[in-house]
């Protein structure tokens, strides 16, 4: 069964009224993992939940469930508000700070590695709107995983991110045979590194990668000055 697959059914489960331990046990995903995927949907016990665990105990997991869902609603509402419109000078600062955390910073080359379609796809929103790159000017690279499907792989990360597949590389499997078992599935799409080519303009390659580095230090330099 594929990650998205076992989301699905464990969020089916969910709706039917079942607790984090019992679609644990149905389908091996940690209870911490579950929380994570499911904490927006509301919870409502059924019979077989009951049953196992108790009323009691099952109408207070309701309830604290029912908070954490109105929490969760308010709080986005609120930041919502706290953000209001996005500024030029807002999406610079932002995108700047996902290469900072992201992207590579030792080497004479722009690339940032995630295996977050949203942090690629922000990352190229910012490449070309503050660096004036366009679709040319990238390729990726996917790491994957024995298991993973490679075609589908590709396809999903060529159409989030609009980079037709000729522009990818060669994909990289990793074939360790020690990785945990607690962390299969968890990529279902693998890693995209993402880099930036010069395509013969001088300013899209070292010199690019030297101006964000360039920002970068600025910006540090002016925080640790507020001190």
Known sequence: ?????????????????????????KTGISKS???????????????????RIGFAKLKSAQKKSFDKVENI?????????????LSKRDIFML???????????????TRIVNSDPDIIVSSIRWFKEICELS?????????????SDVNKCLNFWSKKTGI??????????????????????KLPYGTAHLYVVANGEKKFGVELHRRIIGWIETVSKQIKMRE
């Open 33 to 51: 993992t579950l929380s994570d995927w499911l904490k927006t949907i509301p919870y409502s016990p059924n019979e077989e939940t009951i049953k």
């Open 135 to 147: 679709n040319k000017n990238f390729t990726i690279s996917l790491s994957l995983y024995p298991d």
């Open 164 to 185: 037709p597949l000729e522009n990818f590389r060669k994909t990289q499997i990793d074939k360790r045979k020690n990785k945990s078992p607690m962390k299969r599935g």
């Open 73 to 85: 609603r308010k709080m986005k509402n609120l930041a919502v508000k706290d953000i209001g419109k």
């Open 95 to 109: 995108g700047l700070g996902l290469y900072w955390g992201e992207g590579n910073k030792n080497y004479n080359h």
């Open 1 to 25: 069964m594929e990650f998205s697959d076992k989301k699905n059914k464990a969020i089916h489960y969910r709706k039917k009224g079942f607790s984090y331990g019992l679609i644990s046990a």
